[in-house]
């Protein structure tokens, strides 16, 4: 890539000999023209390169804020889990609550009817 601005040229001061206020090299361009072209794209491409890390950041911001509201559904699914659990193991009546299952009704009209 040239230093030089070679758009400039065909205007009326576009082929003045110019001193680079960045890297201190030698160009030509417009008479106004205080960077050369490769310090005018690095300071471009910076500038891209900047605005793209603070997308960056603020995506990673996001993603954590996602981790963590997923964390805390794990969490409550675990615990409503482990509340039926003890829901379950805490009632005497049956392993399925307080209620028989169809099952369990089964064999205690099972029982009664051979006692009988």
């Not at 205007?11 to 417009?30: I, K, L, P």
């Not at 911001?61 to 659990?85: K, P, S, T, V, Y």
Request: charged share 25%; aromatic share 10%; glycine share 4%.
């Amino acid at each position: 890539m040239s230093r030089n601005w070679l758009e400039d040229f065909d205007h009326d001061n576009g082929c003045y000999e110019n001193a680079c206020v960045s890297c201190r090299a030698t160009f030509f361009g417009h008479k106004r023209r205080v960077t050369c072209k490769i310090c005018s794209a690095l300071a471009t491409a910076t500038a891209k390169i900047e605005a793209l890390e603070a997308k960056l950041a603020e995506s990673e911001g996001l993603i954590n804020e996602i981790n963590d509201a997923r964390a805390a559904n794990w969490h409550l699914q675990r615990r409503r889990e482990n509340d039926q659990f003890e829901w379950f193991s805490s009632t005497a009546d049956s392993v399925f609550g307080p209620f028989p299952t169809a099952l369990e009704a089964f064999a205690a009209v099972r029982q009664e009817n051979t006692d009988a």
